[in-house]
């Protein structure tokens, strides 16, 4: 799938959000600037979260917003390989009221083998590639 506007990959995370049951994980990877934090809003959105405060989070590396369900909201860009146990990302893997999204999630040493995986690629200044992965369940 191609998206040629931030908005169009917005509305894509919204609606892949629609569906997206509790407990849900996504895993979001790609370069600096791909848009995953994009991604991420659409997905808030869905969520009747309010997308402008869904942000990079720059001191905390999860955030945590209340909407219609709860999003977890992690960015691991600052950090190496990550033990998701050291950040307490394995009990919001659990958490079965929240989705969860994670920004570089290849940084992750272990995710749920249910997760979604989108990887987000760079094709033009304007247009973005995105695949998702949606495991059988
Ligand atoms: P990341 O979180 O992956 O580092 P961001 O979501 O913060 O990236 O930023 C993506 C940047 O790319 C934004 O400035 C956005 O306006 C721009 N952009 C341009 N075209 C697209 C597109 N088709 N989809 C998403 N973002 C896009
Ligand atoms: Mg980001």
């Known amino acids: 799938?191609?998206?040629h506007s931030p908005?169009?990959?917005?509305?894509?995370a919204r609606k892949l959000g629609e569906r997206l049951d509790r407990g849900a994980v996504i895993l979001l990877s790609g370069d600096l600037g791909a848009g995953k934090t994009v991604f991420a809003k659409g997905i808030a959105a869905a969520l009747e979260i309010d997308p402008a405060d869904?942000?990079?989070?720059?001191?905390?590396?999860?955030?945590?917003?209340?909407?219609?369900?709860t999003l977890h909201h992690a960015d691991l860009y600052r950090l190496d390989v990550v033990r998701?146990?050291?950040?307490?990302?394995?009990e919001m893997f659990d958490d079965r009221d929240a989705v969860t999204v994670v920004e570089w999630a290849e940084r992750l040493n272990w995710a749920p083998p249910d997760a979604i995986r989108v990887t987000?690629?760079?094709?033009?200044?304007?247009?973005?590639?995105?695949?998702v992965d949606i495991p059988k369940m």
């Open 1 to 3: 799938m191609i998206t």
């Open 84 to 90: 998701s146990v050291d950040l307490g990302l394995d």
């Open 54 to 69: 869904v942000t990079s989070p720059s001191f905390t590396l999860v955030n945590t917003y209340k909407g219609k369900k």
């Open 120 to 131: 987000i690629e760079y094709v033009s200044e304007s247009e973005r590639k995105i695949t």
């Open 7 to 12: 908005d169009e990959t917005f509305e894509y």
